[in-house]
């Protein structure tokens, strides 16, 4: 769906490039065999090691195991959402977490490949948007609305007719300044550009429409980030869907700071925004599966980019 150009923002589609550079695995949960407590598996099996930033976990309320879809026997992770709740609606309305793998939290990364698995049913009405997991590092205030030089998150969103995105919480100290770079994209005729969008209050759009979900599959993930190793110097965030390179944005500074590092898996899905507009129309659920973090790293082939 998106036009494909090549300077120093770069968003594509393509096939996985054979340029791999295979690292290890530091953090793996692909599902489990049979039905067990949810908090005994996020304690085990997703190292969450305290509640902040923790909501809508457990069977009364919206994330639990259940039985994969399209594969009876193998337990995965479910997120129940109730008609008309959004983030701020209370109870069913999604479920939050934050893990930490000690194999990650040991060492001080700055590329990390996040990959998963997200299943959306036939009852999922897509609506205005709503979040889904991606890599955080920092303090675990970048989300919300909450802008700080103190942290990052990439998580990823769906949106209307299913289209996504990465929503990326990453410093505002931009080149030459926040509003100059975002108004190269909002004021652009170049097209791959208009797939970035910004507000001073909120996360950064990147790869609006650039690819879409669709329902009663497993789509496959694949998220690698790269923290700018000194203040003003670049990073990147790129994202593959289901074996496709669809956003490879290179032109960012993710951090302002060079104190934090990148700390794990933010788990993280609602419907939302903050206001009853961007309610779930219906009740419904998500799936999850095949975990993993990795030291991996995936660069396109030229033959692979247009422009």
């Not at 393509?14 to 949960?29: C, E, R, Y």
């Not at 893990?99 to 990959?115: D, I, M, N």
């Not at 670049?234 to 390179?245: E, M, N, S, T």
């Not at 944005?249 to 898996?265: Q, S, Y």
Request: some cysteine; aromatic content about 14%; hydrophobic content about 35%.
């Amino acid at each position: 769906m998106a036009l494909l150009t090549h300077t120093w923002l770069v968003l594509w589609i393509a096939t996985l490039s054979t340029q791999q550079i295979s690292g290890a695995t530091l953090w793996s949960w692909n599902h489990e065999s049979q039905n067990k407590d949810i908090n005994v598996v996020l304690r085990d099996g997703f190292h969450m090691t305290d509640t902040q930033g923790k909501f809508g976990i457990g069977a009364d309320d919206s994330l639990t195991l259940a039985e994969d879809p399209q594969n009876p026997g193998q337990w995965v992770l479910r997120v129940f959402y109730a008609h008309g709740s959004y983030s701020q609606s209370g109870k069913h309305r999604g479920a939050q977490f934050y893990g930490t793998p000690s194999a990650v939290t040991s060492h001080s990364y700055t590329t990390l490949t996040l990959e998963y698995e997200v299943y959306f049913p036939s009852s999922f009405g897509w609506n205005k948007g709503g979040k889904l997991p991606g890599l955080w590092g920092g303090t675990r205030d970048c989300s919300g609305g909450r802008i700080q030089d103190t942290c990052f998150s990439t998580r990823l969103m769906w949106r209307a007719l299913g289209d996504g995105e990465v929503y990326a919480y990453v410093s505002h100290t931009q080149n030459p300044s926040f509003d100059t770079w975002c108004a190269k994209y909002d004021h652009t005729s170049t097209p791959a550009y208009m797939h970035v969008h910004c507000t001073a209050d909120s996360g950064i759009e990147m790869g609006k429409g650039a690819f879409r979900f669709q329902h009663n599959r497993w789509h496959h993930i694949r998220q690698e980030v790269h923290l700018n190793a000194q203040p003003g110097q670049k990073g990147y965030i790129r994202l593959w869907v289901d074996g496709h390179a669809e956003i490879h944005v290179t032109d960012v500074i993710m951090r302002a700071n060079t104190h934090f590092d990148i700390d794990g898996l933010f788990f993280s899905t609602f419907f939302g925004g903050h206001d009853s507009s961007w309610a779930s129309p219906s009740d419904t659920y998500t799936y999850y599966r095949n975990f993993k973090i990795t030291t991996d790293t995936l660069n396109p082939s030229q033959n692979e980019l247009v422009g």
